[in-house]
């Protein structure tokens, strides 16, 4: 009877504390709403919201206690000025009750600075539904006056997917259970990704709640998730604050990671890239406190470090296999690591390219074959791959690269070139950069054809391949059509390689003419107008700017720079190259 006294005077003194939880659009790092969460008064029986909501249901003053929930949240709302949506949790057999629609009367939330538009109904399966065909109806009531609904624990259980069948819903809630530790769980991740492809295929959004960890918010990024809600990004709170610049600054910095794995294949990509972050151990650690080690954490293995670096590696297997045998545990549990650790482990350094790593751990042993990859940075320990990390990333770095490469020359296309471009920028790198493209190419694709004008570009793709093989850190991409971009380190010797391009471009190209056209030095092709007019046979220009990308904005506006040497450099009879 103390809880019902309780429960009585809480909804009596309207003493319940409303917290309100952001959720977050991480591509515009921007709160898409809040969501209300309703406590018990604090030190009170029935303080926690578990306790506090089966009280109301054994007495049966559920609706009194989640009537008044919600009104206060919405009166909050109002006090801390949200104007972002509001998510609101309800019951599927309290929304059907009649006295429901009393208490979201348009005039009362006029009086609140909300309309329906702001109002999304958090739908949790607490009782079960018995007939979704009138439910289905109830929605239709409140979608139609411009409420949404969101359909909250999908992923715990068959009942979350019948319901989301049912209903349609604008929004989808990963349940927590899901989102713990998805970052080492493929079971999960695939669940995930699935629910994700639903998503897009219908329309509603996606929301992954309960993020507690950089790793759990790095993998929903990278696999697309685009709304997030948990400790990691913010505490509820009973006042409304701006999410912390911390996790601002994290947020953009696993956004632009993911934009720039378009830049990168298997040999570019540092392994870095990929680590995981595990608790190690120190050398000094017994057997059983491993043991302990794999039993709290879902790890298939601990890093054992000395003053911060790696010196070996326990496998949850071979420590497994060890107790096995005969007085195993009298061996192994009571000492040291050093024991049973393999104080040979694969140790990488974090700027190593995947595919080095691949082939280093492809080359182990047969029995360690699949042992993780240490990494460190700095000389000290930094994180842990495991192969089969190490394998997906590489096929679909290669994959995403492959999507982005002009399918005419099978260079970097534009995406990867602006990127390419923003990242020096970004740096504010002294670099060299060439725009070529190809003079009265029209008349020649018009008068020999579209596959010799094909020709054509692949052989000017082959001579900048060719002539610049030599050079560090060069750069070769197809912008489109007949034109592409050269990247090079700013000491090149740039007069040197635009006189190569010329050179061969010029001996090459005549081997696409008829003899009269080459013996005249033009061939005669109809204009816009219909006309026949003489053109210059094929030429290139190459427009050069050779300094610090300091002051720019965007790749847009080297372009735009370019562009302008460019036009100076076509002023120039037959092949040529300009420095601007």
């Known amino acids: ?139 239709e009531h409140y979608k139609k006056q411009g409420y949404k609904i969101a359909i909250d624990d999908t992923g715990e259980g068959y009942s979350g997917f019948r319901l989301i069948t049912e209903t349609k819903p604008q929004f989808i809630k990963l349940d927590m259970a899901l989102i713990r530790n998805i970052d080492k769980d493929s079971f999960k991740q695939a669940l995930c990704k699935n629910l994700l492809s639903l998503s897009r295929i219908t329309n509603m959004k996606l929301i992954a709640e309960g993020v507690e960890t950089i790793d759990e918010l790095s993998f929903l990024i990278e696999a697309g998730v685009e709304l997030v809600q948990g400790y990691l990004i913010a505490r509820p709170s009973q006042s409304i604050n701006d999410i912390d610049e911390k996790i601002k600054d994290q947020i953009i910095f696993l956004i632009n990671e993911k934009t720039k794995k378009l830049t990168y294949n298997a040999k570019t990509c540092p392994i870095g890239k990929i680590v995981r972050f595990d608790i190690p151990v120190k050398e000094d650690t017994k057997g059983k406190d491993i043991k302990e080690h794999f039993n709290k954490y879902s790890v298939q293995g601990v890093v054992v470090v000395r003053d911060d670096y790696p010196i070996g590696l326990v496998m949850k297997s071979e420590l497994t296999f060890a107790l096995a045998k005969p007085y195993g545990n009298e061996i192994y549990l009571n000492r040291l690591v050093s024991i049973i650790m393999n104080k040979s482990p694969l140790v990488v350094d974090y700027n190593l390219p995947i595919s080095e790593v691949a082939q280093l751990a492809m080359s182990r042993k047969e029995e360690n074959l699949y042992d993780y990859v240490v990494v460190t940075k700095e000389n000290k320990y930094y994180g842990i791959v495991t192969v089969k990390k190490l394998l997906e990333y590489a096929m679909e770095l290669e994959l995403n690269y492959a999507r982005h490469l002009n399918p005419l020359t099978g260079l970097p296309g534009n995406l990867i070139i602006e990127e390419k471009i923003n990242e020096l920028i970004k740096r504010g790198t002294s670099t060299s950069i060439l725009y070529i493209d190809l003079d009265n190419f029209k008349p020649f694709n018009d008068l020999y054809g579209f596959e010799n004008g094909d020709r054509v570009i692949r052989m000017l793709s082959d001579i900048l391949l060719e002539v610049t093989k030599d050079y560090e850190d060069c750069f070769v991409g197809h912008i489109g059509g007949d034109d592409f971009i050269v990247i090079l380190n700013i000491n090149s010797n740039i007069e040197g390689l635009c006189r190569s391009i010329i050179r061969e471009f010029d001996r090459r190209i005549r081997s696409f003419y008829t003899i009269k056209d080459l013996n005249n030095g033009y061939v005669i092709s109809t204009n816009r107008e219909g006309k026949e007019v003489i053109f210059p046979l094929v030429s290139v220009s190459i427009a050069c700017m050779i300094r610090s990308l300091e002051g720019f904005n965007s790749a847009k506006e080297v372009g735009e720079y370019l562009s302008v040497i460019k036009k100076q450099c076509k002023l120039t009879k037959g092949s040529c190259f300009m420095i601007g």
């Open 1 to 139: 009877m103390d809880e019902l006294r309780e429960l009585q005077r809480i909804i009596n003194e309207r003493n319940i504390r409303t917290f309100f939880q952001p959720i977050v659009n991480v591509k515009s790092v921007k709160v898409l709403g809040y969501e209300a969460l309703s406590r018990g008064p604090e030190g009170s029986i029935l303080e926690r919201p578990d306790k506090l909501f089966d009280v109301a249901k054994k007495y049966g003053l559920l609706w009194e206690l989640e009537y008044l929930c919600r009104t206060l949240a919405i009166e909050r709302a109002k006090e801390n000025n949200i104007s972002e949506y509001l998510f609101l949790n309800v019951d599927p057999q309290i929304i059907k009750d009649p006295k429901f629609k009393e208490g979201f009367t348009n005039e009362f939330l006029r009086t609140n600075n909300l309309s329906p538009d702001n109002i999304i109904f958090e739908i949790t399966e607490k009782t079960a539904i018995e007939d979704y065909k009138s439910f289905r109806e109830v929605l």
